[in-house]
């Protein structure tokens, strides 16, 4: 799995996850189910293509991992904030995909990225500022690309700006509380759980979800009591997503997973193995979309074996991130 959000890997926090379920196996032909509405939806094949696209999550299935600037209380001045709310304004989840496409597969340093970005979409703080700030990052490269955007904004700005790629949540946010660094571009919903559980005990109540604004509310007390005061969340997300080929999407005219349930109702199902106990997962595909799982390959999260698997045909629908540099 990636090292985006190591609360993912934590038993602690395994809703985060959405993972993949039972083992694979040939798949079955369905005759066709019942969607909500009572109408039969159709019988449908895994249609091979060369591009994917992340079918949209219109129930909220997901918690809400949007990109949010995290700053250290003491450095949050009202000109640092609004240098980096001026980031969160403009970026989207497009954009974090086209930026990790620019690193991971184009080959373009994050500062190059960044750079480019900053000046394609003439991002201006709006007001100066000076200081000493020291921008941490977690080390994988969409995290260390935002870091450089923020380090570029603030710079035009007036700010001494220095990027530090520092490793996982558990090294960087003490290190943010300490004020060792003075921001880091954060998640929303993984840092709300991370510190929900850090502060309230390791069976402290979900407060994260799909509502980005929900969860920010849920996070301010959190924030407070870390010592840590979060800028505005942009649009921008990097989350588990479900995905078919583009190719599948456009034979049956779904761009969503409540318009798959209701054209498909069965589906096969790619990605990691612990799908089945995970309730933004499979269970969640099938409680709350009244998706039916007749087939699941075990492969990876969001990894090369799952997107080879739709683009193969193999499984219909597979288990990504959401700002994954090579969707379409």
């Not at 086209?98 to 184009?106: E, F, G, S, Y």
Request: with cysteine.
């Amino acid at each position: 799995m990636r090292t985006r959000n190591p609360l993912i890997v934590a038993a602690a926090a395994g809703t985060l996850l959405l993972a993949g379920c039972a083992s694979g196996g040939s798949e079955t032909e369905s005759s066709g189910s019942a969607s909500e509405g009572g109408a039969m939806a159709q019988e449908c094949q895994p249609v091979p293509g060369d591009a994917l696209t992340v079918l949209a999550d219109d129930l909220m299935l997901q918690n809400a991992d949007n990109v949010i600037p995290a700053v250290n209380a003491d450095a949050a001045t009202p000109e640092l904030l609004a240098g980096l709310d001026a980031v969160s304004a403009v970026l989207t989840t497009d954009d974090l995909i086209q930026l990790n496409k620019a690193v991971d597969i184009d080959r373009q340093t994050s500062q190059e990225a960044a750079t480019q970005y900053v000046a394609d979409n003439g991002i201006e703080a709006p007001e100066q500022g000076s200081g000493s700030i020291v921008i941490g990052a977690a080390n994988f490269s969409e995290n260390i690309t935002v870091a450089e955007i923020y380090s570029a904004v603030l710079a035009s700005a007036g700010f001494d700006t220095e990027v530090r790629t520092i490793g996982s949540r558990e090294t960087y946010l003490p290190a943010l509380e300490k004020g060792d660094i003075q921001v880091v571009p954060e998640y929303a919903a993984t840092v709300t759980e991370f510190l929900n559980l850090d502060q309230n005990g390791a069976d402290a109540e979900a407060v994260a979800s799909g509502d980005v604004d929900a969860t920010v509310s849920a996070l301010e007390p959190l924030a407070e009591t870390a010592g840590l005061v979060f800028g505005e969340p942009s649009a921008a997300q990097d989350q588990n997503a479900f995905a078919v080929t583009q190719d599948f999407a456009d034979q049956y005219g779904v761009t969503s997973l409540t318009e798959l349930a209701e054209t498909c109702g069965t589906i096969s199902l790619g990605g990691p193995p612990e799908c089945p106990e995970r309730p933004f997962c499979q269970i969640g595909l099938e409680e709350e979309y009244g998706l039916e799982v007749s087939q699941f390959d075990s492969l990876d999260a969001g990894g090369p074996l799952t997107k080879n698997a739709l683009r193969q045909g193999q499984v219909m629908v597979g288990l990504v991130f959401s700002s994954d540099g090579e969707l379409g």
